[in-house]
């Protein structure tokens, strides 16, 4: 009992960043398992709209912006990104218009990639902040 206390008094704080890490981490591929899932099947307006919300509430998770209750017009305001735009074009198209076009997999991907890298800044930062 009092080995485990003095470990803990020396690693606890270290032990306790490390989990948060984890857990951060693990949310992220969480998201990714089930977006990649969805995407396997982009012909599907569901899971082209599930893939969408999805996308949102992770990027709103990481971001800490309201990205859920924000249209295609805003998101693209905000993080002023051409290829995002587009790929958010087309799942509008397919969740509103009905057209779901080849490129839906491109889109996929540039969703993907986008909050991937948003992750890796992310990442960066709250592992700073755990530091002080």
Excluded: C
């Amino acid at each position: 009992l009092i080995s485990g206390l003095i470990v803990w008094a020396l690693f606890g704080k270290l032990m306790i960043r490390q989990f948060k890490i984890w857990l951060y981490k693990r949310k992220h591929k969480d998201f990714a398992t089930n977006f990649k899932k969805l995407a396997k099947t982009p012909k599907n307006r569901e899971n082209i709209s599930s893939a969408l919300v999805l996308w949102k509430n992770h990027m709103e998770w990481l971001q800490r912006r309201p990205f859920s209750s924000m249209t295609t017009s805003e998101i693209t305001k905000a993080l002023e990104n051409e290829r995002l735009e587009e790929a958010l074009k087309e799942f509008d198209l397919a969740i509103y218009g009905g057209q779901v076009s080849e490129h839906i997999r491109f889109a996929f991907n540039i969703l993907f990639d986008y909050i991937t890298d948003t992750f890796k800044k992310q990442s960066k930062i709250y592992k700073e902040k755990l530091k002080s």
